[in-house]
């Protein structure tokens, strides 16, 4: 596994450590030799020291205090008239390495309320205490540096269970902030340069949300789809080279007549949503009762669905453990791929992610076997986006891939 120093200048036998607390920022402290050390790495003039971690009832009891005092959040049940994101969303919530989704659609449908209301139904994980990157106890891929050390050292690691973060990324935040900062200031002032972790480093085995993704600026959006497809982010500032795990689902929702994000980026999401304004009359005036509910008293609203919600999350937590188990019939990845060719998508991402949505759709139907009915239920929001556009052609990019997917597969 990769150091988080440079290769040019750094050991290849340890890696470097990160801070376990979530409250202080690393320190990197001068020092002369180059001596592996328990609690930090020393590379040329700088360590990575560690500092105090909180304990796990402590953690734990922030949690709770943060649960508590957080506004309430539309039931992800209770939301009418959008199936397709919902299952965007919840396929990729039952295998995060789908790639995230993205959602484009008219204003005041509901796009920002439904990713938010996700949170409720998020599973609980493991995770290191006191670690700013949610490290997973269980699997390397996902451990920050000092975790791994630690685990390499036989240290029995303190664990608690928390539920997976959903961290909301501002439209006017700097690359700074979202990748983490070392602070030069200490360097000129006590002699110590301190990395400070950012929204990634948070958001690290959770969910990144960006609102209004296509007005964000491009190179920050380059930064954001990098770090969702390496599982990595890295850091280099005057001279020194940090990373950390930031395994995270991107998503972002925006509305089209705002402008769209450049194909190449629009391509590495894995899905794509599109949400149009719900036209029944019926339907719009219960939507807006249900809203009215919700505004007038959201504890007794949200205790209507409380039923449907736990039904919701045991249906996604299983629907998670089964997902190894299922299979999907060679004769069906050749058809999904002959789509794909036939419609000249760029690159093999098409083909994988409607590989990996039929078969968590599958699993959150309770099959191990995907269907036909599976595919044809994924791959529009798989591969409608990945389509070169045709200013001539007034058809939907959507109803080509429907077309083209009962053409093969008839």
């Not at 990160?18 to 930090?40: E, K």
């Not at 190179?219 to 990373?243: K, Q, Y």
Request: net charge negative.
């Amino acid at each position: 596994m990769a150091s988080p120093f440079s290769p040019a200048t750094a050991p290849a036998a340890s890696p470097a450590l990160f801070s376990a607390s979530t409250s202080r920022p690393l320190s990197l402290t001068a020092v002369s030799a180059r001596i592996p050390s328990r609690r930090g790495f020393r590379r040329g003039r700088f360590t990575v020291c560690n500092v105090a971690a909180p304990s796990a009832t402590e953690q734990e009891a922030k949690a709770a205090g943060a649960k508590e005092s957080q506004r309430p959040v539309y039931p992800f049940a209770a939301i009418v008239g959008q199936d397709e994101m919902k299952l965007c969303l919840l396929l990729n919530v039952i295998d995060p390495k789908i790639g995230g989704v993205m959602i484009m659609g008219d204003r005041g449908t509901g796009k920002s309320t439904t990713v938010r209301s996700l949170v409720d139904l998020l599973p609980d994980i493991r995770v290191v205490v006191g670690d700013p990157f949610n490290s997973d106890p269980d699997d390397p891929e996902v451990m920050g540096p000092e975790v791994r050390e630690r685990v390499l050292e036989g240290e029995k690691l303190p664990v608690v269970t928390a539920k997976i973060t959903m961290v909301d990324l501002p439209l006017g935040a700097t690359e700074d902030r979202v990748c983490g900062t070392i602070d030069i200031e200490k360097a000129l002032t006590d002699g110590v340069k301190a990395f400070e972790p950012g929204l990634l480093a948070k958001a690290n085995r959770g969910i990144l949300y960006v609102d209004e993704v296509n007005l964000l600026d491009d190179h920050l959006v380059d930064v954001l789809l990098d770090s969702a497809a390496s599982g990595w982010n890295t850091v280099e500032r005057e001279g020194i080279s940090i990373s950390h795990p930031a395994r995270f689902i991107l998503i972002g929702s925006g509305n089209p007549e705002e402008g769209e994000l450049r194909p190449q980026l629009l391509d590495r999401f894995g899905m794509h949503a599109q949400v149009g304004t719900v036209r029944d009359a019926e339907l719009r005036v219960k939507i807006v009762e249900e809203r009215a509910r919700f505004d007038r008293d959201p504890k007794v609203f949200r205790e209507s669905y409380m039923e449907e919600q736990e039904k919701l999350q045991q249906q996604i937590s299983s629907a998670r453990s089964n997902l190894g188990a299922v299979q999907i019939d060679h004769d069906l990845r050749v058809k999904i791929s002959k789509v794909c060719a036939e419609l000249n998508v760029d690159g093999l991402r098409g083909d994988i992610v409607t590989n990996r949505a039929a078969k968590a759709l599958a699993a959150l139907k309770g099959r191990d076997t995907v269907t036909v009915e599976d595919i044809a239920t994924v791959i529009p929001n798989c591969l409608r986006h990945r389509l070169r556009k045709d200013p001539l052609e007034s058809i939907d990019s959507g109803l080509l891939v429907v077309e083209k997917f009962y053409e093969v597969f008839t």
